[in-house]
């Protein structure tokens, strides 16, 4: 059995959640509790976040059940007590849960996902959820940077053999498929999700012949229709001197190079001189396809300069997000048992109570602004962003198709404003807070300061 | 079924090994290739690598075999032919494998394994070998910058809700472990690997509770002999008065509170005064465990300007490897057909032919240089460090405990010189290339260049 298969959510878990839990249960403490899953900070040129994760999380929530070998692993610790053990061989999920849909954009300070349950069961959850969604959405913005700044070129994950395990390759090319690229070389994503898969030759493979051209026309004659040459092995320019052979042997049998895939050197100027090698020699529609430690801002810097490149292959920096590889993300209790509950913990806000986001869209349908507000106060304008998608720990709705999600995050690209959408972006989105929210959050941190600062009687 | 059921190793695959093994199959290439991983240069501040990961890939790879899901996926593509699908139904890895022992240290154009393997199959798992291995030798490289920035105290890993998924979540655990951490919090790892778990209570605990010493006795009443309270929620200072209240009491019963967490504020000030309150309060052996935002750097910091930790919850920067979220690693093919081989693409040298690492130790057991060398060369002063760990396609021995290879560690950091374990080193390991190596690199690049650079014919 391989380690995957070993993977079982009631376990990805931090152990804190179970020794809470333990004490809840002792003190008969079954009252709903409200989580917020929110991020609080943008990390650097960040100006927008990508909702994307939330459809393994709702497979995974009725999951979250205990068999033996996890309960018999549980009560080998030593911890916990036995009417705890027995609690969660019953357990199951039976809360609700709001979320923003995969693929709609947002921003700080907004909840992308409430829970609300029986506290145990919510904060059960706890270590799952911000897992799975964190990661998710961190990928999906950082892809939908990279197309922004390819302006219309394709785009392709290569990051699986670099991505933090197996799970993450996985999310990787799922995320920036939603986000905008068109395919990815990751054979299993590729199977599990639908989504396109390429590629094409390695240097170990054109070194592996004789010579160069022995190894492009054998790749020719497997793949007659889809042949791309990697032209960079030994030198670029004769690489593509190379490759337009092939390309003129491929005409007399009526068959087309498709492209050539640079990986190395002054990417600039070798892609103009591979272009014009094409041009010259009356193949101008053969593809260059780039790669090699690409993400953004190289994208960006690339075709300001005036690089020739149809297609970017995009790896390690997109699927780690190695500029930012994490968010300040958190999963915080702010309602039990009907009052608004906040800590006081100095620079980590969180806003209390169950809430709503609503967006404001301009007369061209450009988004304007969003309101954060109580669930239960008179709404604001603007459409509302988290739905209710479980109810009683059940889904209310289908899984959602990855096309689905993805033509959402088109539709919703479209309306976010230039400004944000930039490499290094100079302004912020607003976000209000409503005032009744402000006021329940500055009453709930007066009370508090009041009763917990005071010198112990 | 949850989404990690579907991971299967024959599909963490980057399309391109299937392409250039339906070429080498039609071509009749079946000859011997070796290939070598490899990390080019070290990131900003980093001296060395600790190879982790080593046994997972040795389970996966006897099971990178294709079953009929795989077959009809890859069918479906229609790129491949049928009998290259046919030779897939049959495929076995058969080859060898050599490397070095997970929790060895090793340097720059070291090989951490080498592959020798019919072409196709050493191909085949090149995007296998490449995610297992530089994800988890990342981490445990990271972890041990830590564990010497701890000077001695205890190192706990907190990362899991903010790893790159669930797969990345346990390979951190083990790997920090491995690499000298004391638990984790993470359940899942530590039912799998028989890592100590720990964890105590987060904030929505706290404040769940009408008052925080109400949450306090709730906790001291489920874990009377295990109880760590968390203190920061409102103030430190307040919350470790309630603390050293909750001590009281338990003495009283015969009961020691066994430590407080601060997550939170100015560390260093905070677990001063936190340190004092319980010294002057008669309780001088409460621990002081502290979490947020930890890495080697912020640890480091804080204990010279005086921080009183015994315990570090070392998280998300630990377990994204947040300043260097990946190596610059490479499987390149070295030799083919028992000729040697490479590419000359500018900045990316690799080490032609199969290799073996040689080890130097001084008077005082110190590593004071290691040379690369052909592996049928005279063998040079030395350790050979790659051990051959699979033949003909099976483990050469069983699996080893992590027991086993945590301790090799604990040995192998012993002997690594005072200068590279710093923080930010400022020299580095000398790795010498034999003179055979040198010359049979020199030629094969000098035969490519005449040959590949010349003119088309």
Same mark, same amino acid.
Request: net charge negative; charged share 25%; glycine share 6%.
């Given at each position: 059995?391989?380690?995957?298969?070993?993977?079982?959510?009631?376990?990805?878990?931090?152990?804190?959640?179970? $020794?809470?839990?333990?004490?809840?249960?002792?003190? =008969?403490?079954?009252?709903?509790?409200?989580?917020?899953?929110?991020?609080?900070?943008?990390?650097?040129?960040?100006?927008?976040?990508?909702?994307? %994760?939330?459809?393994?999380?709702?497979?995974?929530?009725?999951?979250?059940?205990?068999?033996?070998?996890?309960?018999?692993?549980?009560?080998?610790? %030593?911890?916990?007590?036995?009417?705890? &053990?027995?609690?969660?061989?019953?357990?199951?999920?039976?809360?609700?849960?709001?979320?923003?849909?995969? =693929?709609?954009?947002?921003?700080?300070?907004?909840?992308?996902?409430?829970? $609300?349950?029986?506290?145990?069961?919510?904060?059960?959850?706890?270590?799952?959820?911000?897992?799975?969604?964190?990661?998710?959405?961190?990928?999906?913005?950082?892809?939908?940077?990279?197309?922004?700044?390819?302006? %219309?070129?394709?785009?392709?994950?290569?990051?699986?053999?670099?991505?933090?395990?197996?799970?993450?390759?996985?999310?990787?090319?799922?995320?920036?498929?939603?986000?905008?690229?068109?395919?990815?070389?990751?054979?299993?994503?590729?199977?599990?999700?639908?989504?396109?898969?390429?590629?094409? /030759?390695?240097?170990?493979?054109?070194?592996?012949?004789?010579?160069?051209?022995?190894?492009?026309?054998?790749?020719?004659?497997?793949?007659?229709?889809?042949?791309?040459?990697?032209?960079? $092995?030994?030198?670029?320019?004769?690489?593509?001197?190379?490759?337009? @052979?092939?390309?003129?042997?491929? @005409?007399?049998?009526?068959?087309?190079?498709?492209?050539? @895939?640079?990986?190395?050197?002054? /990417?600039?100027?070798?892609?103009?001189?591979?272009?014009?090698?094409?041009?010259?020699?009356?193949?101008?529609?053969?593809?260059?396809?780039?790669?090699?430690?690409?993400?953004?801002? $190289?994208?960006?810097?690339?075709?300001?300069?005036?690089?020739?490149?149809?297609?970017?292959?995009? =790896?390690?920096?997109?699927?780690?997000?190695?500029?930012?590889?994490?968010?300040?993300?958190?999963?915080?209790?702010?309602?039990?048992?009907?009052?608004?509950?906040?800590?006081?913990? !100095?620079?980590?806000?969180?806003?209390?109570?169950?809430?709503?986001?609503?967006?404001?869209?301009? #007369?061209?349908?450009?988004?304007? =602004?969003?309101?954060?507000? &109580?669930?239960?106060?008179?709404?604001?304008?603007?459409?509302?962003?988290?739905?209710?998608?479980? #109810?009683? %720990?059940?889904?209310?709705?289908?899984? #959602? !198709?990855?096309?689905?999600?993805?033509?959402?995050?088109?539709?919703?690209?479209?309306?976010?404003?230039?400004?944000?959408?930039?490499?290094?972006?100079?302004?912020?989105?607003?976000?209000?807070?409503?005032?009744?929210?402000?006021? &329940?959050?500055?009453?709930?941190?007066?009370?508090?300061?009041?009763?917990?600062?005071?010198? &112990?009687?």
């Amino acid at each position: 059995m391989n380690l995957w298969q070993k993977y079982t959510p009631e376990l990805v878990t931090d152990l804190y959640e179970f $020794t809470m839990a333990e004490s809840y249960l002792r003190e =008969g403490m079954d009252a709903p509790a409200t989580f917020s899953l929110f991020i609080r900070s943008y990390p650097r040129d960040r100006a927008y976040f990508v909702s994307a %994760g939330l459809e393994h999380l709702l497979e995974l929530i009725p999951r979250f059940r205990f068999g033996e070998e996890s309960l018999e692993y549980l009560a080998s610790l %030593g911890k916990f007590s036995s009417s705890f &053990l027995h609690y969660l061989e019953n357990f199951r999920f039976t809360g609700t849960v709001r979320a923003i849909p995969e =693929g709609r954009l947002f921003f700080t300070q907004e909840p992308l996902l409430e829970v $609300t349950a029986p506290i145990i069961e919510a904060q059960l959850i706890e270590t799952l959820v911000i897992n799975v969604l964190q990661m998710e959405t961190l990928i999906a913005s950082k892809a939908a940077r990279c197309v922004q700044a390819a302006r %219309g070129r394709s785009l392709i994950d290569f990051s699986l053999r670099r991505t933090h395990g197996v799970d993450a390759g996985v999310k990787v090319a799922r995320a920036s498929y939603l986000a905008g690229f068109d395919g990815t070389s990751n054979v299993l994503a590729g199977k599990l999700f639908h989504i396109p898969v390429v590629g094409t /030759m390695a240097h170990s493979y054109i070194i592996s012949f004789p010579s160069e051209l022995d190894s492009f026309y054998a790749f020719e004659r497997a793949f007659p229709r889809s042949t791309v040459l990697l032209i960079d $092995t030994y030198d670029t320019v004769h690489g593509a001197e190379k490759a337009l @052979r092939v390309a003129r042997k491929m @005409r007399e049998k009526g068959l087309d190079l498709q492209g050539v @895939r640079l990986d190395s050197g002054d /990417m600039v100027q070798l892609s103009r001189e591979v272009r014009e090698i094409f041009h010259q020699g009356g193949f101008p529609d053969v593809k260059i396809l780039v790669s090699g430690s690409l993400d953004e801002y $190289t994208i960006e810097e690339m075709l300001n300069a005036g690089a020739e490149v149809d297609v970017f292959a995009v =790896g390690t920096r997109m699927g780690v997000s190695a500029d930012a590889p994490y968010f300040d993300i958190a999963y915080k209790l702010v309602e039990y048992d009907d009052r608004p509950v906040l800590k006081l913990s !100095s620079g980590k806000k969180t806003w209390v109570g169950r809430k709503q986001v609503y967006r404001n869209l301009d #007369e061209k349908g450009r988004m304007k =602004g969003d309101t954060v507000a &109580l669930l239960q106060e008179e709404p604001p304008e603007g459409q509302p962003l988290l739905e209710t998608v479980m #109810e009683g %720990g059940k889904p209310l709705r289908e899984a #959602e !198709s990855l096309k689905t999600v993805r033509e959402r995050f088109q539709r919703e690209w479209a309306s976010l404003p230039e400004a944000l959408r930039q490499t290094r972006p100079q302004s912020s989105y607003p976000v209000r807070i409503s005032a009744s929210l402000q006021q &329940l959050e500055e009453k709930t941190a007066q009370e508090k300061k009041r009763t917990e600062l005071a010198p &112990l009687p």
